[in-house]
């Protein structure tokens, strides 16, 4: 990107960002204390280990030692690069992620570019939204729309719109240079035929923007109207849309909910305006693709259920079969995933509007669990009535458990497959309660190692409250930097955050640790965070200024030793001299 992203805007943002709030929209956090805990959403475990310090702004897993501020949530839940995260949170918040001077040339015209692309692609969604009501044929689409039984609020919250029944409707409004004409094909709006002649992709149909979970236009879906094929059109592959990776309706759905319980995933783009218009405002399309890994990962960023509706037809089976195969790598005890197959020749758009809403939903609530879809798909080709057939299911799931996380949902189809094939096979449990031990034992030995040195306390509690550096106010930086002379095991990293903290008195220990993160002395600082210092508030200033006490005379103790060594063999300066004869006073 163009440059390097601002400090003082990265601490601006950690400041602006609740990280109980941001990390309770993905993962359920129960009050516990002063802080929060749950099951921790980065490895498998039963007991929740994983805490969030809201005075701290940070999260720490005692299992895995996961642990950071809002910035590094996005990045390990959300699978995002640094970059992305910012860009994520800022989005939370309407901001514009600003860069400073210089970076690398290339970096900064593609930033420039797809802030320009962005553009254009939100223009078009304007043009096919005023020729909705504009364009001369706009009656029978407003009579196919009201017939679809969509309302005017839907329409405007979808930004559905119309493309013209031209063949440079788009291209005349938006293309009138070669330039814009260029970005335009290049973004899949136009098509460049043999003769190197341009018009519009999307001729006469109802048009459905595409969004990314920034809510930037990316793509169009359109839809035509009677009988004609295809019956939808997608914007092609471009260098901003990438279909496999997105989902239609995602943005909305969240805008629409703050906390995701779980994600619907649909067919098409109707079947989501459909629902989210009847109340269920938590169903994706997966933009005519069968849905793949990176859509999987996406919803379980936002949500952690994922139903899929399909068809009950052979077709929608198999559709459902390939969603569970893309899942498997990501089915941990965290996540849930079931399938709900419609009658036969219903959709969700059609179905919603004879059942409503409560009908529908309890269909989603009855939706069948993935062990028993995934049973009742592997019985079409084994039968395990019989010896062949039960070892037939047995090599038909093994490959299937060995792409899955370790945990209960993968113990839970072992346990079935017993039942069914009466096959003993190796239990992962003994491996699972190893590994538990050995993250106790872990735990256990930091506990135990974590001695609390007065310099650990200090750093804690600077860590936890870094309005206490203003305590020192009588003291100058100079005599600061002068304590990590003292021969003292941590004492130069507790010198450098406390000088970070005199320097930031609004800073909180969330931007304390963004501001070590490319630091080797990140982990440490990590580590102290998440250490009890088992010291009640109302004595921490006290304690605080109690152990700066105690290293400002361990300082004059050594400094006074290496003074009078050196004037035993008459090395001292002038200004040694004095300085002496000061500390012999103290």
Not at 144 to 162: A, P, W
Not at 377 to 393: R, T, V, W
Request: charged share 25%.
């Amino acid at each position: 990107m163009a440059g390097r992203i601002p400090r003082p805007f990265l601490d601006d943002l950690i400041a602006r960002t609740d990280i109980v709030e941001l990390i309770d929209s993905r993962v359920r956090l129960k009050k516990a204390g002063r802080n929060y805990q749950a099951c921790c959403p980065f490895h498998n475990e039963k007991s929740p280990s994983f805490t969030v310090a809201p005075d701290k702004q940070f999260y720490h897993c005692f299992g895995c030692g996961a642990h950071g501020n809002v910035i590094s949530f996005l990045m390990e839940h959300d699978r995002l690069e640094f970059v992305d995260a910012v860009e994520e949170l800022a989005g939370m918040h309407g901001m514009e992620v600003p860069r400073e001077q210089g970076g690398n040339p290339q970096d900064a015209h593609k930033s420039q570019q797809i802030k320009a692309d962005w553009d254009v692609m939100q223009n078009a969604a304007v043009f096919f939204q005023q020729q909705l009501v504009q364009h001369p044929n706009s009656a029978n689409v407003q009579a196919y729309i009201q017939g679809r039984g969509l309302d005017q609020s839907t329409v405007e919250r979808f930004q559905i719109g119309y493309a013209p029944d031209g063949w440079d409707g788009l291209l005349k409004t938006l293309g009138r240079d070669q330039q814009s004409a260029y970005q335009l094909r290049d973004l899949g709006m136009l098509i460049e035929n043999d003769n190197k002649r341009l018009y519009d992709r999307f001729r006469d149909r109802l048009m459905f923007p595409i969004h990314d979970r920034r809510g930037k236009c990316i793509g169009f879906g359109g839809r035509v109207f009677g009988d004609g094929t295809p019956k939808y059109l997608n914007s092609p592959e471009t260098r901003i849309f990438h279909k496999g990776k997105e989902l239609y309706g995602l943005y909305q759905a969240r805008q629409n909910n703050r906390r995701l319980e779980r994600l619907l995933v649909v067919e098409g783009y109707m079947d989501v305006v459909a629902l989210a218009q009847a109340g269920i405002g938590y169903a994706v399309a997966s933009l005519g693709t069968a849905t793949t890994p990176e859509q999987i990962q996406l919803m379980l960023r936002y949500a952690p259920e994922i139903v899929c509706c399909y068809d009950g037809d052979r077709a929608g089976r198999s559709a459902a079969w390939r969603a569970l195969e893309n899942a498997l790598p990501y089915l941990t005890d965290n996540v849930k995933m079931r399938f709900v197959f419609l009658p036969d020749k219903e959709d969700p758009d059609s179905l919603v509007k004879q059942i409503g809403q409560q009908a529908f939903e309890k269909l989603i609530d009855e939706a069948t669990p993935i062990e028993t879809f995934l049973f009742e798909e592997l019985a079409q080709q084994a039968n395990i009535d019989s010896l062949q057939g039960k070892a037939k299911l047995n090599e038909l799931l093994t490959p299937i458990l060995t792409q899955m996380p370790d945990g209960e949902v993968k113990r839970l189809l072992i346990d079935k497959l017993e039942q069914k094939t009466r096959v003993e096979k190796a239990r992962t449990s003994n491996t699972d309660k190893l590994k538990h031990a050995k993250q106790k034992r872990a735990l256990y030995n930091e506990k135990t190692n974590s001695k609390a040195t007065p310099i650990r306390k200090a750093l804690a509690l600077l860590l936890e409250n870094p309005k206490l550096a203003s305590t020192l106010q009588h003291m100058t930086d100079a005599q600061i930097l002068a304590f990590s002379q003292v021969d003292m095991a941590g004492v130069n990293l507790f010198i450098e955050v406390l000088m970070y903290c005199r320097n930031h008195p609004d800073c909180n220990a969330a931007q304390v640790l963004e501001h070590w993160r490319q630091s080797p002395n990140q982990a440490t600082l990590a580590k102290v965070m998440a250490w009890e210092h088992h010291v009640a508030p109302e004595n921490q200033q006290q304690v605080f200024l109690d152990i700066m006490e105690n290293i400002l005379v361990l300082f004059v103790k050594q400094r006074k030793e290496v003074l009078m060594n050196k004037a035993r063999m008459n090395l001292l300066r002038q200004n040694e001299k004095q300085e002496l004869e000061q500390l012999l006073k103290m």
